[in-house]
């Protein structure tokens, strides 16, 4: 039965990421689809209008940040509801990570709009990505608390992460933050990325202490993102006994080279594997 309504397509919010400091860091696909939606939401107009000017894009825009983002969410809401797309984006970056967008997206999916991401450059993962320390599991951590007393509070409550942390910093605050992490962490390695994929772009590694030495004879200016390696577990604990048989009993598999038994025993024990083949062959050279 047709009840003369049309079927009205309803729009799709594009989240998208846009360079944090290099122009030529933007994709094709983001490109693409700011010129493609009617409606371009932004952080700041006048920042991304640079960026839009650069390329030729000539979507309309509207700002949506930190201060109007619950009213303008629901008239980007209206728009997807008309059946047009609209794309986010933030002054650099992606979209609610340490940004504004999180309010938008939440109400979006809880309209039943669909919601694509539009992925691109995010400074925490650029970061870690050069930091050289363990990427394999690592916690976000964006901006810390700006007065001392709520942020010792915050970092003695993280003092026992194993994890490989990530933080945002004011470079006003940098030393400051780096000599309390270095009296309630200790000495631990840490990576300063300043200003990255700009003209100025930096990096400053070493331990905290080497890290303070740089930067302490210095002014330090731009974006920060620090990178702080997390505790070292503790020595494992089991008895010479226990390792022995361990030992055997991986022995009496005839497919098991002496490197196999000691990859095995290093990674259930947590010793290092030279450690244990070291072991291995004292005991084969005393049997």
Do not use: C
């Not at 098991?256 to 291995?280: E, M, N």
């Amino acid at each position: 039965m047709n009840t003369g309504k049309k079927n009205i397509r309803r729009g799709i919010l594009y989240i998208v990421s846009t360079p944090i400091g290099n122009l030529e860091d933007i994709t094709l696909r983001a490109l693409r689809v700011l010129k493609e939606v009617r409606l371009i939401a932004a952080e700041d107009t006048r920042r991304t209008a640079k960026l839009t000017a650069a390329f030729a894009v000539e979507t309309p825009l509207t700002s949506l940040h930190e201060w109007n983002e619950s009213r303008k969410t629901e008239y980007v809401l209206s728009r997807l509801e008309e059946g047009e797309d609209v794309a986010y984006v933030t002054d650099a970056g992606t979209p609610g990570v340490s940004d504004p967008g999180f309010v938008l997206v939440r109400e979006a999916l809880a309209g039943g709009y669909t919601v694509v991401p539009v992925p691109g450059v995010t400074a925490a993962v650029a970061a870690l990505s050069i930091a050289g320390l363990p990427m394999d599991s690592y916690v976000f951590f964006a901006f810390l608390p700006a007065r001392e007393g709520k942020k010792r509070k915050f970092l003695e409550s993280i003092r026992d992460e194993e994890k490989t942390m990530v933080f945002y910093e004011s470079p006003r605050r940098l030393e400051e933050t780096l000599r309390m992490m270095a009296g309630i962490f200790g000495d631990r390695p840490a990576v300063v990325a300043r200003e990255l994929t700009k003209m100025h772009e930096e990096t400053i590694r070493g331990t905290i202490a080497e890290v303070l030495d740089r930067i302490a004879v210095r002014e330090i200016r731009g974006e920060v993102t620090l990178i702080v390696g997390g505790k070292e577990r503790g020595a494992p604990e089991i008895s010479e006994e226990g390792l022995a048989d361990l030992y055997l009993r991986l022995r009496k598999d005839p497919s098991l080279s002496t490197r196999d038994i000691a990859g095995i025993i290093s990674r259930r024990t947590g010793l290092p594997k030279k450690q244990v083949y070291s072991f291995i062959l004292k005991k084969e050279n005393r049997s």
